[in-house]
């Protein structure tokens, strides 16, 4: 019922290149009577502006994390005058969490090749192969079980392990001190609100997602008070 009525643009591989700027124009318009812009990530992840959008919702991870970083920057442009909302949903303890983790080992690439002695805290076992395709259901988040974080999930902004990292809010890195019991890290997650069950209705109202609170089993979220062009500057420089 959500759905019935809500005008929407879809863009895909199969969309000829000649109408793909003729249908983000339409989108972007502020007399456009479209809301939802559906989008393939391979098809339109990079070189599109979509101002008119404040809101993305990442449904389907790859195993590049260079492409999700671009599908999310669509609407995080130069032009955009709103607040930006990015919602990445992920099955638990299912192969798309996984996929995310192993997201993390791949970003942190640059960093690991590196020092040839390090490369294995990114290959793959047959065990850990085994694992990618098996269903965690007992877990309601995987992802922060890797950490080592203790918190009770209420909130919580638990304190990094490490010191500040000097690397892009965005960038995520491997972890390479024991590669046996903790192959990956996200740094920055230790700065992010962590919730799990029961959720506040405060915050699933803030994100709406009211109706799917039997659906939610743990949210990271964060909150950044920078601009597009902030951070170019900072590149500059």
Not at 54 to 65: G, K
Not at 130 to 159: A, I, N, W, Y
């Amino acid at each position: 019922n959500v759905c019935n009525g809500t005008g929407h643009i879809r863009l895909d591989g199969s969309t000829p290149t000649a109408r793909r700027v003729e249908i983000v124009n339409q989108f972007n318009s502020p007399y456009s009577e479209n809301s939802v812009f559906l989008l393939s990530a391979r098809a339109g992840g990079v070189g599109l502006n979509l101002t008119g959008a404040s809101r993305l919702v990442l449904f389907d991870s790859d195993w590049n994390p260079a492409s999700d970083l671009q599908a999310m920057a669509r609407v995080w442009r130069d032009g955009q005058k709103n607040s930006v909302h990015i919602y990445r949903l992920l099955t638990t303890g299912s192969i798309e969490e996984k996929i995310y983790q192993r997201q993390l080992s791949k970003a942190g690439l640059n960093e690991v090749v590196v020092d040839p002695s390090h490369t294995s805290a990114v290959k793959l076992s047959d065990e850990e192969l085994k694992d990618l395709f098996s269903l965690s259901e007992e877990e309601d988040c995987l992802t922060h079980r890797m950490l080592p974080c203790t918190c009770q999930g209420q909130g919580d902004v638990p304190q990094p392990v490490d010191p500040p990292s000097v690397t892009r809010m965005c960038q995520l890195s491997a972890s390479r001190t024991n590669p046996h019991s903790q192959i990956f890290r996200i740094n920055q997650l230790f700065q992010w609100e962590h919730y799990r069950q029961p959720l506040p209705v405060q915050l699933l109202q803030s994100m709406g997602l009211q109706d799917a609170e039997l659906f939610v089993t743990f949210v990271f979220r964060n909150t950044l008070q920078i601009k597009p062009t902030d951070l170019q500057l900072k590149e500059k420089t």
